[in-house]
Structure formats: C-alpha cells, structure tokens
C-alpha cells in the first residue's frame, strides 16, 4: 500500500512574514489530518525560520527543498549541498522541475547524478518529469517520461527508485490552469509505472508517483480518486494555507 505524499513547491516567493504566517496557518487546518505525508519545499533561504516554526509547533509537516548541488563542499559558488540541507531538516528534495531543466539547462544525466548524491546522503529525491506542450501533441509523453526515467534506472538500477518520489508534471499544466483531466493523469501515470514495472513489477508497485500542474483544491480529489496517482506536488496552491491544506485532506480521503 503506497501513502500518499502532498508536497508544496513555493519556487521563488517568500518573506520572513509570509514563511511565518504560511505554516502557522498550514500547520493549524492540517489539525487531525491523517494518512497523507505533508511537505513543504520554501525558498533554501527561509529553511532555518521553518525549521524552527515547525519544531516549536510540534509540526508533522515535512521540510523539503527544491534544489541540490552534486558536492558537500569545496568551490561550488552558490550552491547548497545534501549536508547542508539536511542540518536544516530538510529530507524531500525536488530535482529535475521542468523550471530548472530549461532555465538552468538541467540535462537527464545531470538530474540522473543529483538523484544519486541525494539518495547517497539519506534523503529522498522528488524527481520530477514531464513533457512539454509540443511533446504532448506529438504523442511523446510516455517516451519522453521514459527517458527521463531512464537516466536513473540505467545508471543506478530501477531499485534506486525505492523510497523515492516521482512527480509526473506535464510542464503545459504549471501554473496556467489548464490542468491535466484526472483520467489523462492516470493513463500516464499507469504508463509510467508499466515502464518501471518492465525492470521489476516489486518497485513499480510501491513508488509514489505524485501529479502536478495546476492542482487546485477544486480537482484534487478527481486526481486522488485515481488508483496511480499518489499525492501532488502542488506550486500556486501550495502558497495559501487553506488551499493546501483542503488538497491534502482530499488525498487523505481518498487513500484511506
Ligand atoms: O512544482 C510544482 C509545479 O510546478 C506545479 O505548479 P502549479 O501548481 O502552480 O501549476
């Protein structure tokens, strides 16, 4: 039996203020939420403040991050490391979001390398994938995860997948509203797990493979309903305390 994991992803907004008030608000409507792991990603900046917000609250919430360096030290200018991020508590790190493959020119092999150094250190990847607009008109969305997929499975083995999380993100849904249908999430997400399934049937059936692209409490629990999609992990959503808290109890709902 898979959890069911709701992660949000605050990309780059933020202020002491908004940190604060964010997860006093989260942590308070997730009051008596069970049966769905919550996590939050904040700019690395802010780690230390919700680090110590969610410890002082008790909080449940898991501290995540959205972003890693290959190195635990040395001349690395502006980069943060495994150590680093988890001596601030941070376990769930987002890596290979559609936002940091383009913009950053992230490639499949330098995401594949991430996903090892994090998993090296303790700490689980949420390795994102995806394909873009063209990509799904041209019908290569499952080839196109494939291959992301790929870059880890051939180089570390399909077992490096488990305790991971997987965040299928078709990059056309983020941030524009124009979700994906829950019945099109399922059938890519199935596909992707058939293709897992092809390297072993035991790691297919229990990887978390999350959706994400304009998940809003509106649809969540459509998605939820769905027997392989596991969670979300949610950007515009995630940065209301209400809304994101109503998308983890849809989650919650659903898998229990
Ligand atoms: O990492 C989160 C995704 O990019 C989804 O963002 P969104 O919920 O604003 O569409």
Request: with cysteine; hydrophobic share 45%.
């Amino acid at each position: 039996m898979r959890h069911p994991v709701v992660m949000g992803n605050w990309k780059l907004n933020g202020s002491k203020e908004m940190v604060s008030g964010l997860i006093k608000g989260l942590d308070a409507a997730l009051n008596g939420v069970e049966g769905v792991d919550v996590a939050i990603a904040p700019p690395v900046m802010y780690l230390d403040l919700a680090e110590q917000l969610l410890s002082k609250a008790n909080s449940k919430i898991i501290l995540g991050s959205q972003n890693v360096d290959l190195h635990n030290n040395g001349a690395f200018t502006g980069d943060i490391s495994p150590a680093m991020l988890k001596e601030f508590g941070a376990s769930h790190i987002i890596i290979g979001h559609s936002e940091r493959r383009e913009y950053h020119n992230e490639s499949d092999e330098f995401v594949a390398q991430k996903f090892a150094f994090l998993k090296e250190n303790g700490l689980t990847p949420v390795l994102c994938i995806g394909e873009s607009e063209a990509q799904n008109e041209a019908g290569e969305t499952v080839a196109v995860c494939a291959r992301q997929l790929d870059a880890v499975i051939n180089t570390q083995g399909v077992e490096a997948l488990n305790g991971a999380i997987i965040a299928y993100e078709p990059i056309w849904a983020i941030g524009t509203g124009k979700a994906a249908t829950a019945d099109d999430a399922q059938r890519i997400h199935a596909a992707i797990r058939a293709h897992i399934a092809e390297k072993s049937e035991e790691v297919a059936k229990n990887v978390v493979i999350q959706y994400g692209g304009s998940v809003k409490p509106e649809n969540a629990a459509a998605y939820f309903a769905q027997p392989d999609i596991d969670g979300a992990l949610v950007g515009g959503a995630a940065l209301v305390a209400e809304s994101f808290a109503a998308i983890a109890k849809a989650a919650a709902e659903a898998k229990n």
